[in-house]
């Protein structure tokens, strides 16, 4: 079993940046894709990217593209998600999950969340 801690969540205005972190526990961690999730108040959860076991093919969501970017330390069983150019609309709690083929399903083990705030 895989345990999943996020990190790096907080207030920030908008426009501003912030890294996220996800830690795991367990073996095997470059065997795992990665994924970053998001949900808003009153909203479904919602597919933010994906990164490889090896880091070098990534996917995102249309509306993160040239603003967030997902990368991985499989020495140190993280994973990261850089925010830039925070808006309201991307305040959310967000989740990492593991899955074990690249893609935006099939997510297995999941993170407790970290909630992002943005103020405008």
Same mark, same amino acid.
């Given at each position: ?7 790096? +969540?907080?207030?920030? &205005? $908008?426009? %501003?940046?912030? !890294?996220?972190?996800? @830690? #795991? ?9 990665? +994924?970053?999730?998001? &949900? $808003?108040? %009153?909203?479904? !959860?919602?597919?933010? @990217? #994906? ?23 499989? @020495? ?45």
């Amino acid at each position: 079993q895989v345990q999943l801690v996020e990190s790096g +969540g907080g207030l920030v &205005q $908008a426009g %501003g940046s912030l !890294r996220l972190s996800c @830690a #795991a526990s367990g073996r095997h961690f470059s065997n795992y894709v990665m +994924g970053w999730f998001r &949900q $808003a108040p %009153g909203k479904g !959860r919602e597919f933010v @990217a #994906a990164i490889n076991g090896k880091g070098d093919s990534t996917d995102y969501a249309d509306s993160m593209k040239g603003r967030f970017t997902i990368s991985r330390d499989n @020495a140190k069983n993280t994973v990261y998600l850089q925010m830039d150019g925070l808006n309201p609309e991307d305040a959310a709690v967000y989740y990492c999950a593991t899955a074990p083929l690249m893609g935006r399903h099939y997510y297995i083990y999941w993170g407790q969340g970290t909630q992002v705030t943005v103020s405008s």
